[in-house]
């Protein structure tokens, strides 16, 4: 049942259950019961939310912040993994800080273009926080939920009305992408050109602002992140496969909260492998196995049509992740991504932790190799062991696509 799980992750329900038993032992009360009688909300929105059950019905609304402190909105710290990241928070200070969200639920069908859409719309343009208005059909519920894919959410409440208090601040340029009458896909390229990361353009088309306008709708917010992954991938990726290859091979590291990246990059025609190896106790996988789970997929040079299911999100953020760099490289390679997740990785927070470690490790200067036996010797000596249980290179060669390839250089 274990490998079962890492590869639902709680998302596909491949057990057959209603909901996953996993998340539910991990949902806990927030701190901000307090404010359980209350019907009413005025503070700032940081995000919006739509979510996926009853799709095409869903439940749209704004991400706002019980018990704000200025400093934290000034900085997006509720919002902005890329900031998480940059100051180490760790497992627990995120979900303290997840903790005080409040996720705002109206039932609307992804092509409508009601007042709450369209203010809904104005909040995921909107470069900081806006004040809003909230009226509540019944009492938030207090629990602190995880995902795969999304950020922790805290309390969720029905709400009846949004009136906007703020004024959105949204920047020319953005604005003129989204009223242009162009398609999604470019008009989400054109948006991360203008220098949005990729976390914001995740929320401006879950909001369902891009796309002609016939075509326009909302998409979940758990979609709309791996959609922006792919999105801007296959924009950056037939310039990737126009450039020179690299001249030898190279290893790039990261870690952080217990996932560890290694990158390897070979001088070959771009090809596309990657590892996720769970280890005995950490989130999703068996505490009492014996040796830990090796999931893989796999894109040749012309790309994939299938949706990665064996990994999901993670795939297509850790894909991303080297995407850019090659594309800043000017350079196009063979790459082979390792993921080792080990036991104090316990709690899921979603899969922006694999897209900033891997974006991570290509900060860092790469160890330089003449030969792919090198480098991947060098890999076997960085590979982490837990206690009782060995990592070893052979086990992720063993169901390797790009490792088994037998290539000119090695005879």
């Known amino acids: 049942m274990h490998r079962l799980c890492i590869v639902c992750k709680g998302s596909r329900l491949l057990c057959g259950r209603q909901s996953c038993p996993l998340l539910a032992a991990l949902r806990k009360r927030t701190r901000y019961a307090e404010f359980a009688n209350t019907t009413e909300y005025f503070g700032p929105s940081t995000s919006i939310f739509v979510g996926r059950i009853g799709y095409p019905n869903v439940r749209v609304g704004p991400m706002s912040v019980l018990e704000p402190r200025e400093a934290d909105l000034e900085l997006g710290r509720f919002e902005e993994p ?43 343009l909107a470069t900081k926080p806006v004040d809003i208005e909230l009226t509540f059909t019944k009492k938030p519920s207090f629990n602190l939920t995880f995902s795969d894919l999304l950020r922790p959410i805290g309390a969720s409440v029905n709400v009846e009305r949004l009136h906007v208090a703020g004024s959105p601040k949204i920047p020319k340029q953005v604005d003129r992408v989204v009223t242009d009458e162009l398609k999604a896909f470019e008009a989400a390229n054109s948006l991360y050109k203008l220098g949005l990361d990729v976390y914001k353009v995740a929320t401006i088309l879950s909001s369902g602002a891009l796309g002609l306008r016939q075509s326009q709708r909302m998409v979940p917010t758990r979609w709309s992140i791996t959609a922006t992954d792919d999105i801007i991938f296959k924009k950056l990726a037939p310039e990737i496969r126009g450039f020179p290859t690299i001249d030898d091979y190279y290893v790039y590291e990261s870690s952080y909260m217990d996932n560890h ?68 490289m000017r350079r196009q390679a063979g790459v082979v991504v390792f993921r080792e997740i080990h036991p104090q990785y316990s709690v899921p927070l979603g899969v922006w932790v694999v897209r900033e470690t891997a974006r991570d490790a290509f900060r860092h200067p790469g160890e330089r190799f003449a030969t792919q036996k090198e480098a991947l010797q060098f890999i076997d000596t960085r590979l982490r062991a837990q206690e009782g249980i060995p990592a070893r290179l052979r086990d992720f060669q063993r169901v390797s696509r790009i490792l088994q390839q037998k290539r000119l250089t090695d005879f």
């Open 82 to 124: 890329s900031q998480w990241f940059a100051q180490r928070l760790g497992m627990d200070e995120i979900v303290e800080l997840r903790s005080a969200t409040l996720r705002s639920k109206h039932g609307e069908h992804i092509k409508s273009k009601s007042n709450f859409v369209s203010d809904v719309t104005e909040l995921a």
């Open 261 to 328: 990246f290694l990158v390897l990059l070979m001088p070959t025609l771009f090809e596309y492998e990657n590892f996720e190896a769970w280890f005995p106790g950490s989130v999703w996988s068996d505490a009492r196995s014996k040796r830990p789970v090796i999931c893989e997929e796999y894109e040749g040079f012309m790309g994939r049509k299938k949706y990665a299911e064996n990994e999901g999100g993670g795939y297509y953020a850790a894909r991303l992740a080297v995407a850019e760099a090659l594309h800043r």
